[in-house]
């Protein structure tokens, strides 16, 4: 079992920049492709990016692409999601997951896809 706890939200000036941490419990962190989602009041959760196991493989959504950047350090069993240029529209919660399937752009999209979920953070983006 895993256990994803996200950290790093908070309340930024458009054009701002936060850096999100997901820290996972649980010795199988580094056979798990991880993403983050996001959820804007009255919106469905959303994809933004995911992470292969090893890091050598990312993807995101085309909202964020060239403004966040995922990343991953196994050693600290921790995934970063660093949001540069935010937006009011970036305001959400903001979720880690970690999922067993082997990491491709076509399952990592899909919320089914991930085993595990954190809480969430919030992140709001004001103008």
């Known amino acids: 079992q895993v256990q994803l706890v996200e950290s790093g939200g908070g309340l930024v000036q458009a054009g701002g920049s936060l850096r999100l941490s997901c820290a996972a419990s649980g010795r199988t962190f580094s056979r798990l492709a991880m993403g983050w989602f996001r959820q804007a009041p009255g919106k469905e959760r959303e994809f933004v990016a995911a992470i292969s196991w090893s890091g050598g493989s990312t993807y995101y959504a085309d909202s964020v692409k060239g403004r966040f950047t995922i990343s991953r350090d196994n050693a600290k069993n921790t995934v970063y999601l660093q949001l540069n240029s935010l937006k009011p529209e970036d305001t959400a919660v903001y979720y880690c997951?970690?999922?067993?399937?082997?990491?491709?752009?076509?399952?990592?999209?899909?919320?089914?896809?991930?085993?595990?979920w954190g809480q969430g953070t919030q992140v709001t983006v004001s103008s």
């Open positions: 997951a970690g999922s067993t399937f082997v990491f491709s752009t076509l399952a990592m999209g899909i919320m089914t896809t991930y085993n595990y």
